[in-house]
């Protein structure tokens, strides 16, 4: 499809808005905006059809103003490829990565205005309500309020759908200099928090540490007194004192993830653990009494719906407090990217909406979505919880109703100024190397960044 418009800061949000319509190889579009005071026009050609659409937004300031145009222009091309194609979207016109963060964002009428103006599906409008539901009593804007996160981009071998920083931990050679750089930054960020919420040492796979390495992170963050999650992850890294150093840190929370119970799916895409790994480490998770989240996804190479039902459903059996979906997303950087094609669209639909079904059926509730770029079938992420055991973090992350103080290579920490409705980022370096040489640089203007924004 080629798209052409005379508002060019838009291309990149209409590609986004219009790649998951089917058979448009051949179409050419043509969009046009104009203003007549507080009246938007928007019109969309395509072949010899024309759209014309028109919206008085009333007074604003520049900022709304450009926030209408970009959702008006958006919808616009929505309804109108809809119109000629004869084909609905699940999220309609919504592109966002954040569409609970987007509902709470336009108040009360948040369903009514989602289904009329961005023309989102009641399917997904049911899951956004019942996540701001089970949110009710953990969601909190305030000033101050803080996560802290660690990261931890070592696993014990990279698996072939990920796109996250991950170095081979057995191939890495600056891993002593990295946990002193990492336990310096922690140390000096402690006191610049306020109000705790939680704590998350993520990765990669934190446990994939040796283990007196990892007891120097754990030392370094100290005890607290909130939920703390350290993300186990993979199962062939999870031994018994592993888990009895996590325990005697204070650790509250962690992941133990399948990904599939398929062993061959498994083998294919490197994880180096079984299904039956999986049972017996979760076993002995239960022994030290941790809450427990697992980690699926839909799309996986070579997995048919049963497949993924097979998964869905022994999670389900296994009964942790917490199971995530993802929809698989084959972002540049994966080694699945470059061997594999997606999967029928349908069949991930098909996949994503039965453990929608099975979950809520079986007593867990949403509690936190997100949707990525690059992601099969335009779908979205989904944290489902039992009751009472959802994750802070996840919740304050997706919403962004909190600061995130993170320390480690690649960490953005983001500080949020609740009173002008912003947030400002300061990002680490990715690579380990520069991550240690520059350690002191790091905290200076961290330290620096994040004081300068608080109240
Ligand atoms: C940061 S990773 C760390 C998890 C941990 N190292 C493990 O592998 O168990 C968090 C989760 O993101 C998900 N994930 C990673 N790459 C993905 C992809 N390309 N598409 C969908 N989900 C992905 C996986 O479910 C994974 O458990
Ligand atoms: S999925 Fe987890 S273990 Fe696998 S490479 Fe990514 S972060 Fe590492």
């Known amino acids: 499809m080629k798209i052409t418009t005379n508002l060019q800061w838009m291309e990149a949000d209409f590609i986004e808005a219009s790649k998951f319509f089917q058979n448009t190889e051949e179409l050419d579009v043509t969009h046009s905006h104009c203003e007549d005071g507080t009246v938007m026009f928007d019109s969309v050609c395509i072949a010899d059809k024309r759209y014309e659409y028109s919206k008085d937004i009333g007074e604003t300031d520049d900022l709304e103003k450009k926030r209408y145009v970009k959702r008006y222009a958006k919808l616009s091309l929505y309804k109108s490829l809809s119109d000629y194609l004869g084909q609905r979207l699940v999220w309609g016109a919504l592109t966002g990565i954040r569409p609970v963060k987007y509902a709470y964002s336009i108040g009360e009428n948040w369903r009514e205005k989602m289904a009329d103006e961005m023309m989102v599906d009641e399917s997904k409008l049911d899951i956004v309500g019942r996540i701001i539901e089970e949110q009710k009593g953990i969601y909190e804007l305030k000033e101050n309020n803080c996560d802290f996160f660690v990261s931890i981009p070592f696993c014990p071998s990279r698996c072939m759908y990920c796109s996250f920083l991950s170095n081979e931990i057995g191939k890495e050679k600056h891993l002593d200099g990295y946990i002193d750089a990492l336990v310096k930054e922690i140390e000096s960020a402690k006191p610049l928090i306020k109000n705790l919420r939680s704590v998350y040492v993520g990765g990669g796979t934190p446990v994939s540490l040796p283990l007196p390495m990892l007891e120097r992170v754990l030392k370094a963050i100290g005890r607290v007194d909130c939920e703390y999650t350290v993300e186990a992850g993979r199962p062939d890294v999870i031994e018994r004192e592993t888990l009895e150093l996590l325990k005697k840190y204070g650790v509250t929370r962690i992941c133990i993830n399948p990904q599939t119970f398929n062993d061959k799916t498994l083998k294919v895409i490197g994880r180096r653990h079984t299904a039956e790994d999986i049972y017996k480490k979760y076993e002995?998770?239960?022994?030290?009494?941790?809450?427990?989240?697992?980690?699926?996804?839909?799309?996986?190479?070579?997995?048919?719906?049963?497949?993924?039902?097979?998964?869905?459903?022994?999670?389900?059996?296994?009964?942790?407090?917490?199971?995530?979906?993802?929809?698989?997303?084959?972002?540049?950087?994966?080694?699945?990217?470059?061997?594999?094609?997606?999967?029928?669209?349908?069949?991930?639909?098909?996949?994503?909406?039965?453990?929608?079904?099975?979950?809520?059926?079986?007593?867990?509730?949403?509690?936190?979505?997100?949707?990525?770029?690059?992601?099969?079938?335009?779908?979205?992420?989904?944290?489902?919880?039992?009751?009472?055991?959802?994750?802070?973090?996840?919740?304050?992350?997706?919403?962004?109703?909190?600061?995130?103080?993170?320390?480690?290579?690649?960490?953005?920490?983001?500080?949020?100024?609740?009173?002008?409705?912003?947030?400002?980022?300061?990002?680490?370096?990715?690579?380990?190397?520069?991550?240690?040489?520059?350690?002191?640089?790091?905290?200076?203007?961290?330290?620096?960044?994040?004081?300068?924004?608080?109240?």
């Open 284 to 455: 002995l998770a239960k022994e030290f009494g941790f809450i427990v989240n697992m980690d699926l996804i839909a799309g996986l190479t070579g997995e048919s719906f049963e497949d993924f039902k097979f998964s869905v459903d022994k999670a389900i059996e296994l009964s942790p407090d917490n199971i995530t979906v993802h929809t698989l997303s084959l972002k540049r950087g994966s080694k699945l990217k470059e061997t594999t094609d997606r999967l029928a669209e349908g069949e991930i639909a098909k996949m994503i909406d039965y453990s929608v079904y099975r979950l809520i059926n079986s007593g867990f509730n949403p509690y936190y979505m997100y949707r990525q770029k690059y992601m099969a079938g335009n779908l979205e992420n989904t944290g489902y919880t039992k009751k009472g055991k959802a994750c802070y973090y996840n919740v304050d992350v997706m919403e962004e109703i909190s600061d995130n103080l993170a320390c480690g290579a690649n960490a953005v920490t983001k500080k949020l100024i609740v009173s002008e409705n912003r947030i400002e980022r300061y990002g680490a370096p990715k690579d380990i190397k520069t991550y240690i040489d520059k350690i002191d640089k790091i905290i200076e203007e961290k330290n620096k960044f994040f004081l300068d924004n608080s109240l």
